[in-house]
């Protein structure tokens, strides 16, 4: 069956330094990737996709996520940390012949930035 | 309207009465989705429209549960019979086929 693994539920970096949060996923068929963010009291809102071609992904503000195959990974990563960055992110899968969008979620990463 | 809207923002409900959780997409978006997510997960996929025709509904825990979304624009989740273990935040999503994903806020159902 097709799972995500989100290693760490929470994770406290300083301001300035890098961020990684790592993504994992098992799957028998080549899989669609995503981060999604959620701010407090706001929806969940796309970050990164990974569909095909490029494994790294660039996002704004310096984010990326790369796709490595023979690790099944999908980490995020930041150069350096804002305080706006705190909230909760999410990786999440979908696979091809299906509904893009019907997305198996893994179970967060709660990221604190510290002064 | 700007984004995906959903009511009631919070829901409390005696454990046995029926709840109905609605959902306004971004106009023009033809795909929408219904997700569960409990306290401290991720969410999970409930069910997808496609216009008015509900394509998969794989993701309903029990037949308690019934989605419809008839003219293929507002969409209700429905719960009867709610159990303590429905509480969860409710979250719709829509889009253009394919494309990006909108969240709306949620409705946190709250039975007790």
């Known amino acids: 069956a097709q799972s995500v693994t989100q290693l760490g539920s929470h994770v406290s970096v300083s301001e300035g330094a890098l961020v990684l949060l790592r993504c994992n996923y098992s799957s028998s068929v080549p899989p669609y990737l995503f981060w999604y963010v959620q701010y407090p009291n706001q929806g969940l809102q796309l970050l990164l996709k990974y569909t095909t071609g490029a494994t790294l992904v660039k996002g704004i503000n310096g984010i990326e996520a790369e796709f490595k195959k023979s690790e099944t990974s999908f980490h995020l990563t930041k150069p350096s940390a804002h305080m706006s960055d705190a909230a909760e992110y999410f990786c999440?899968?979908?696979?091809?012949?299906?509904?893009?969008?019907?997305?198996?979620f893994g179970t967060g990463t709660l990221l604190a930035v510290q002064p | 309207g700007a984004g995906v809207s959903q009511s009631p923002r919070y829901k409390v409900a005696k454990r046995g009465q029926d709840v109905a959780l609605r959902c306004d997409p971004i106009?023009?978006?033809?795909?929408l989705f219904w997700y569960q997510q409990a306290l401290g997960q991720g969410p999970e996929f409930l069910t997808y429209?496609?216009?008015?025709?509900?394509?998969?509904k794989s993701g309903l825990p029990s037949d308690r549960f019934f989605a419809e979304r008839p003219e293929g624009s507002v969409s209700t989740l429905k719960i009867q019979r709610t159990q303590q273990e429905d509480s969860a935040v409710y979250l719709c999503a829509s889009s253009v086929v394919h494309e990006k994903l909108f969240f709306g806020s949620g409705t946190q159902l709250s039975v007790l």
């Open positions: 999440a899968v979908s696979f091809f012949g299906g509904a893009t969008n019907k997305l198996i």
């Open positions: 429209f496609q216009n008015e025709a509900q394509l998969d």
């Open positions: 106009s023009g978006h033809v795909s």
